[in-house]
């Protein structure tokens, strides 16, 4: 039998909200299919013999059934039939989405929740106070309608290249599918602004900093106006002369890199990005600046600078020094003499026990930085973004934008095929928004477009390993990394090629490392892994290509609601391997790691392990092995117990540097008492 076949005097069925739908039994199908699924079961074949004794009993007792009969008769039927388990499934399942719906209804305040597309509960509750256009009245669009809105902006890029308005809305066809599937998502500013009064898409900037006070406060200006429309932006301080310097205008004397610093973090809190969530900034500075150890010291007091991330750009030559256990010259940024020595491995102390305290500061290894960008002749690059993805050149923005990985393991395989297809319709998208973008300055727009860099990057990751059975820090782990990136890179860079024969390479092409090897692109970078932090969450799956944090832990969403959330691929496993007990899942809660729960099986431990379960050195291996194909950069914390020692701080930055990683961001757990996620009762 074939369920696309079907004879039948049933032609529709009557839904929740008084809609007729049409009838397909194949629904019915994939519907039995699914449950059996979630509990081990494969057979296709028999959800749909299931499925048509179904169509028999409906056809005998309605004319045109509602939703709720359908579904009660499968329930039936796969009692019946002896398949309780798949029927425990099912009513599970049936009972999730009306819970779902009726949380639904009270964000959207309507009865019909079609329009809240795939989104959860606590996806939903961000998106009605942060995302949603809204008069003052109140909210004015459902979910569907911004990813609608969204999707046709973006398209609207097209019609600078002779597209017709056909094609254009095919394209938006496109745009509104991978994103209302949520296998793809732009970054914030996109879903926010995009069709909007406020067209700044791109969500990181990087802007220069000069010795001059006039050019200091026009940057501050600057960033203000992008964080007001909703988008972070990274700062390199190292051209500002150091703390007592001579002022030769006042005879005075110079406040320094870090009290600039702390004049941005005041003047950019009182902002916010967009009025939606805390501004986001990073501050960087050579390890060969006097000032140093002032900037390394600058978060030591939890208290400071919470706006800001900072790193210390670490050259190859300082590291050596560490290595070595020699001095190494600082230089005055104002006149470029050489200023005087420091013992490295005493700046290299400094940074490593401020780490292991507070988190910052990160190291950025700015020569491994400009040896692998494509864009060379354009300048060195001194900084990264706010979150060190995507390392930029002066007044260049970067539009970042996710896939979800996990969304393409179809039961112990992986859709490549489907993969590629999103990763090309994910490049049209973004280079389209560098083109419809309202960029706030002359210069922003004339850098970004020069090199019309986005950042594609992935989410899932941790996810998808589980599903497919494989553990994250092992040997397979980093080869289907390896894979997965290169596979995503070739896919990204290939689209950017057409893209080119159609639209023309980009302005920086000439005199690029593209050029030099006869690549014809439009883009100068394509992969970028930023954090994802409210993507992942839309897209209800792991964040960026991290390890997840915890099995089941209490998370914080808006701020102050904790809920407890449990990994999906793990409640699967425990149904079907019939481990299962909310006693279990109370007692994960409150650990966060499965690896003492010996009521749990080994080969389900050895695969579900949690970011504190991973050793240092393979976060480290798995950064700098997806980094062989990531041309921006990868942000991605390596996470520490807290238990951890500063010489395990010491041996990672040092390994991450020896590993072609181009940084590093490290966490150990508890440095903050008001960190997002939580493992169990204050364990």
Same mark, same amino acid.
């Given at each position: 039998?074939?369920?696309?076949?079907?004879?039948?005097?049933?032609?529709?069925?009557?839904?929740?909200?008084?809609?007729?739908?049409?009838?397909?039994?194949?629904?019915?199908?994939?519907?039995?299919?699914?449950?059996?699924?979630?509990?081990?079961?494969?057979?296709?074949?028999?959800?749909?013999?299931?499925?048509?004794?179904?169509?028999?009993?409906?056809?005998?007792?309605?004319?045109?059934?509602?939703?709720?009969?359908?579904?009660?008769?499968?329930?039936?039927?796969?009692?019946?039939?002896?398949?309780?388990?798949?029927?425990?499934?099912?009513?599970?399942?049936?009972?999730?989405?009306?819970?779902?719906?009726?949380?639904?209804?009270?964000?959207?305040?309507?009865?019909?929740?079609?329009?809240?597309?795939?989104?959860?509960?606590?996806?939903?509750?961000?998106?009605?106070?942060?995302?949603?256009?809204?008069?003052?009245?109140?909210?004015?669009?459902?979910?569907?309608?911004?990813?609608?809105?969204?999707?046709?902006?973006?398209?609207?890029?097209?019609?600078?290249?002779?597209?017709?308005?056909?094609?254009?809305?095919?394209?938006?066809?496109?745009?509104?599918?991978?994103?209302?599937?949520?296998?793809?998502? $732009?970054?914030?500013?996109?879903?926010?602004?995009?069709?909007?009064?406020?067209?700044?898409?791109?969500?990181?900037?990087?802007?220069?900093?000069?010795?001059?006070?006039?050019?200091?406060?026009?940057?501050?200006?600057?960033?203000?106006?992008?964080?007001?429309?909703?988008?972070?932006?990274?700062?390199?301080?190292?051209?500002?002369?150091?703390?007592?310097?001579?002022?030769?205008?006042?005879?005075?004397?110079?406040?320094? $890199?870090?009290?600039?610093?702390?004049?941005?973090?005041?003047?950019?809190?009182?902002?916010?990005?967009?009025?939606?969530?805390?501004?986001?900034?990073?501050?960087?500075?050579?390890?060969?600046?006097?000032?140093?150890?002032?900037?390394?010291?600058?978060?030591?007091?939890?208290?400071?600078?919470?706006?800001?991330?900072?790193?210390?750009?670490?050259?190859?030559?300082? =590291?050596?020094?560490?290595?070595?256990?020699?001095?190494?010259?600082?230089?005055?940024?104002?006149?470029?003499?050489?200023?005087?020595?420091?013992?490295?491995?005493?700046?290299?102390?400094?940074?490593?026990?401020?780490?292991?305290?507070?988190?910052?500061?990160?190291?950025?290894?700015?020569?491994?930085?400009?040896?692998?960008?494509?864009?060379?002749?354009?300048?060195?690059?001194?900084?990264?973004?706010?979150?060190?993805?995507?390392?930029?050149? $002066?007044?260049?923005?970067?539009?970042?934008?996710?896939?979800?990985?996990?969304?393409?393991?179809?039961?112990?395989?992986?859709?490549?095929?489907?993969?590629?297809?999103?990763?090309?319709?994910?490049?049209?998208?973004?280079?389209?928004?560098?083109?419809?973008?309202?960029?706030?300055?002359?210069?922003?727009?004339?850098?970004?477009?020069?090199?019309?860099?986005?950042?594609?990057?992935?989410?899932?990751?941790?996810?998808?390993? =589980?599903?497919?059975?494989?553990?994250?820090?092992?040997?397979?782990?980093?080869?289907?990394?390896?894979?997965?990136?290169?596979?995503?890179?070739?896919?990204?860079?290939?689209?950017?090629?057409?893209?080119?024969?159609?639209?023309?390479?980009?302005?920086?092409?000439?005199?690029?490392?593209?050029?030099?090897?006869?690549?014809?692109?439009?883009?100068?970078?394509?992969?970028?892994?930023?954090?994802?932090?409210?993507?992942?969450?839309?897209?209800?799956?792991? $964040?960026?290509?991290?390890?997840?944090?915890?099995?089941?832990?209490?998370?914080?969403?808006?701020?102050?609601?904790?809920?407890?959330?449990?990994?999906?691929?793990?409640?699967?496993?425990?149904?079907?391997?019939?481990?299962?007990?909310?006693?279990?899942?109370?007692?994960?809660?409150?650990?966060?790691?499965?690896?003492?729960?010996?009521?749990?099986?080994?080969?389900?431990?050895?695969?579900?392990?949690?970011?504190?379960?991973?050793?240092?050195?393979?976060?480290?291996?798995?950064?700098?092995?997806?980094?062989?194909?990531?041309?921006?950069?990868?942000?991605?914390?390596?996470?520490?117990?807290?238990?951890?020692?500063?010489?395990?701080?010491?041996?990672?930055?040092?390994?991450?540097?020896?590993?072609?990683?181009?940084?590093?961001?490290?966490?150990?757990?508890?440095?903050?008492?008001?960190?997002?996620?939580?493992?169990?009762?204050?364990?």
């Amino acid at each position: 039998m074939n369920a696309s076949v079907q004879t039948t005097k049933i032609t529709h069925v009557v839904k929740r909200d008084g809609r007729r739908a049409d009838f397909a039994i194949a629904k019915i199908v994939e519907a039995i299919f699914k449950a059996a699924q979630s509990v081990g079961g494969d057979n296709r074949d028999l959800a749909l013999n299931l499925a048509y004794q179904v169509l028999e009993q409906l056809e005998e007792k309605y004319d045109e059934p509602t939703v709720e009969n359908l579904q009660d008769l499968v329930e039936r039927i796969l009692i019946e039939n002896g398949h309780v388990r798949t029927a425990k499934a099912y009513i599970l399942y049936r009972y999730k989405k009306t819970k779902e719906r009726e949380r639904s209804a009270i964000i959207l305040g309507k009865k019909d929740t079609s329009d809240s597309l795939d989104f959860t509960y606590d996806a939903l509750k961000i998106l009605e106070r942060r995302y949603l256009l809204r008069d003052k009245a109140g909210v004015t669009e459902t979910p569907r309608d911004m990813i609608w809105r969204v999707a046709h902006n973006v398209a609207k890029g097209d019609s600078l290249y002779g597209i017709t308005e056909e094609q254009i809305e095919e394209t938006a066809s496109k745009f509104f599918d991978i994103m209302a599937s949520l296998k793809f998502l $732009p970054n914030s500013p996109t879903l926010i602004n995009a069709g909007s009064k406020i067209q700044q898409l791109p969500a990181c900037f990087v802007l220069p900093l000069e010795d001059k006070m006039d050019g200091i406060f026009k940057t501050l200006h600057d960033a203000a106006v992008i964080h007001q429309r909703g988008a972070g932006t990274g700062f390199s301080f190292s051209r500002l002369r150091p703390k007592n310097d001579p002022v030769s205008k006042n005879l005075g004397v110079a406040a320094g $890199p870090v009290a600039f610093m702390n004049v941005f973090d005041k003047a950019l809190e009182s902002i916010k990005q967009g009025g939606v969530r805390p501004g986001a900034n990073m501050a960087v500075l050579r390890v060969d600046h006097p000032d140093i150890i002032r900037f390394i010291e600058c978060k030591r007091n939890k208290n400071r600078l919470k706006n800001f991330n900072v790193s210390v750009a670490v050259t190859d030559r300082f =590291m050596r020094a560490v290595e070595e256990d020699r001095e190494y010259f600082i230089k005055n940024p104002r006149t470029n003499k050489f200023f005087g020595k420091l013992r490295a491995r005493d700046v290299f102390a400094v940074i490593t026990q401020n780490a292991w305290k507070t988190g910052d500061p990160g190291l950025i290894f700015i020569d491994e930085i400009n040896r692998k960008h494509p864009a060379k002749h354009l300048g060195e690059i001194e900084t990264t973004n706010q979150c060190a993805e995507a390392p930029l050149l $002066p007044n260049e923005s970067c539009c970042l934008g996710s896939i979800d990985v996990n969304k393409f393991v179809m039961r112990n395989h992986f859709n490549w095929t489907g993969l590629k297809e999103t990763v090309r319709t994910s490049v049209h998208f973004l280079d389209n928004a560098i083109d419809v973008t309202t960029y706030s300055t002359k210069e922003t727009e004339e850098a970004t477009k020069l090199t019309r860099k986005f950042g594609l990057g992935i989410m899932g990751f941790a996810d998808m390993l =589980m599903n497919l059975g494989i553990k994250y820090d092992s040997e397979q782990g980093l080869e289907i990394g390896e894979k997965l990136m290169k596979f995503i890179k070739d896919a990204a860079y290939e689209m950017s090629e057409e893209l080119a024969k159609k639209r023309g390479v980009c302005p920086a092409w000439k005199g690029s490392e593209h050029e030099r090897v006869g690549r014809k692109i439009r883009n100068m970078t394509c992969i970028a892994l930023s954090p994802t932090g409210t993507r992942s969450i839309f897209a209800d799956t792991s $964040p960026g290509c991290e390890p997840v944090f915890a099995i089941s832990f209490h998370k914080t969403v808006l701020e102050s609601n904790q809920v407890v959330s449990l990994n999906k691929a793990f409640e699967r496993i425990a149904h079907e391997r019939e481990f299962y007990s909310p006693e279990l899942i109370n007692k994960v809660t409150k650990l966060g790691s499965i690896q003492t729960i010996k009521e749990i099986p080994k080969d389900v431990r050895d695969i579900f392990v949690t970011a504190q379960d991973i050793d240092p050195e393979w976060h480290i291996k798995m950064q700098s092995t997806l980094q062989k194909h990531v041309d921006n950069a990868i942000s991605k914390t390596i996470n520490f117990p807290r238990t951890a020692a500063i010489r395990d701080v010491e041996n990672a930055y040092l390994l991450a540097w020896k590993a072609r990683c181009k940084g590093i961001t490290i966490y150990r757990d508890g440095s903050y008492e008001d960190q997002v996620i939580t493992i169990g009762e204050g364990l």
